[in-house]
């Protein structure tokens, strides 16, 4: 059973730095892309940043270019959300997803939230 788990959330002033984690288990993600997504409060769940497993190609929201960074550890099947320079506007539950066989972001985990203070 495929699992992601994030940790690394909580609350930080503006300006401040979260390094979010995302355990991954459960099947073998070497073919998969992973995401990060965000929601916040009254807002649609939206893209944030995606790295191919293999750390061929990485992507981000317009938003976070700059001051996010995605990463992965293959031996420890984990994959970061480095976040510098938070903003209030960066407050919302993170999400981890991994894409299956079809393409698509089939696998999510349950989220860690992030609260950033003006």
């Known amino acids: 059973q495929v699992q992601l788990v994030e940790s690394g959330g909580g609350l930080v002033q503006a300006g401040g730095s979260l390094r979010l984690s995302c355990a991954a288990s459960g099947r073998t993600f070497s073919n998969s892309r992973m995401g990060w997504f965000r929601q916040a409060p009254g807002k649609e769940r939206e893209f944030v940043a995606a790295?191919?497993?293999?750390?061929?190609?990485?992507d981000y929201a317009d938003s976070v270019k700059g001051r996010f960074t995605i990463s992965r550890d293959t031996a420890k099947n984990t994959v970061y959300l480095q976040m510098n320079s938070l903003k209030p506007e960066d407050t919302a539950v993170y999400y981890c997803?991994?894409?299956?066989?079809?393409?698509?972001?089939?696998?999510w985990g349950r989220g860690t939230q992030v609260t950033v203070s003006p």
């Open positions: 790295l191919n497993w293999s750390g061929s190609v990485s």
């Open positions: 997803a991994a894409t299956s066989y079809k393409g698509l972001y089939d696998y």
